[in-house]
């Protein structure tokens, strides 16, 4: 496509000098160096997206991993499955998919598990280091089998904000990213509650506050507009923070 899109520009080039010393003349040469500009500008970003975050080592990790917003859920329904060590708990794969499932945490432990050192950024101006472990999120989607509308995925959780689940949701390179995981152990331990048990995402390019934690639903979408407000996720309709939060 790059050579492609270069040998296009060149020809152009050469149809506005009308000669074969294209490069020779400045203004085809303005021509070309735009379009190797372009080129470099549209592979950093491709590259960004894709590139890894960070990882720490063991030592590395802060000696405890605060929680943030909701600290548990405290509805009926949370309290009993947490009552049940979750072996109730059920994470729905639904939405433009070919196979919905329902998953229990024993069929999350089942998939090859990523294990990665992190460090979170929480907007607010905190940081902190941890192991996280789980299935990547791109497994899960495949086994589910993404149809080929699917553009966004969206995760609704136990919490209730305002009455309504805390929501948030990411695009598909995101979604496919090898660093994003369906977390079920932190620091080699179950969830704590006041991290999201019994399952939480972490989407480690992006933000603290797009890792939803108390998974219930994932949903493939076409379009954010029938999520929440219309901006895919529960702080960026109400608070006006960026869908995108990129680190
Ligand atoms: N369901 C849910 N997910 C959530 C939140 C929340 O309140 N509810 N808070 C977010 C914010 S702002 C941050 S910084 C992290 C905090 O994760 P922690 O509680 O494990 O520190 O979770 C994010 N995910
Ligand atoms: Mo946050």
């Known amino acids: 496509m790059i050579l492609a899109r270069r040998s296009l520009i060149a020809g152009t080039a050469a149809l506005l000098a009308g000669c074969d010393k294209v490069v020779e003349h400045p203004a085809a040469r303005r021509i070309l160096f735009m379009g190797e500009d372009m080129q470099r500008g549209l592979q950093r970003a491709l590259v960004d997206r894709n590139a890894l975050a960070p990882e720490f ?17 405290g509805t009926p329904e949370y309290a009993a499955m947490r009552a049940g060590n979750f072996a109730e ?64 995925i969206v995760f609704t959780c136990a919490d209730l904000y305002g009455g309504a689940p805390y929501y948030e949701s990411i ?37 603290g506050y797009k890792h939803a934690k108390y998974l219930m639903r994932i949903d ?8 929440g407000k219309g901006k895919g996720g529960y702080w960026e309709d109400n608070v006006d923070y960026d869908w995108y939060a990129g680190i």
């Open 57 to 73: 080592r063991p030592e590395q990790r802060s000696p405890f991993f605060r929680p943030n917003g909701t600290r548990d859920p």
């Open 171 to 207: 695009d598909l390179i995101d979604a496919f990213h090898p660093q994003t995981i369906l977390a079920w152990a932190l620091n080699d331990q179950f969830l704590p509650v006041m991290n999201g048990a019994p399952c939480r995402l972490r989407v480690e390019r992006q933000l």
């Open 220 to 227: 493939a979408v076409a379009s954010l507009a029938g999520v």
């Open 89 to 152: 708990w059920r994470l729905q794969i639904g939405g433009l998919v070919a196979r919905p499932l329902s998953l229990a945490l024993t069929d999350l432990a089942a998939f090859p598990q990523r294990a990665q050192i992190t460090r979170h950024d929480c907007v607010e101006g905190w940081s902190a280091i941890a192991k996280w472990q789980g299935p990547q999120l791109g497994e899960v989607l495949k086994a589910a089998g993404l149809r080929d509308a699917a553009r966004y």
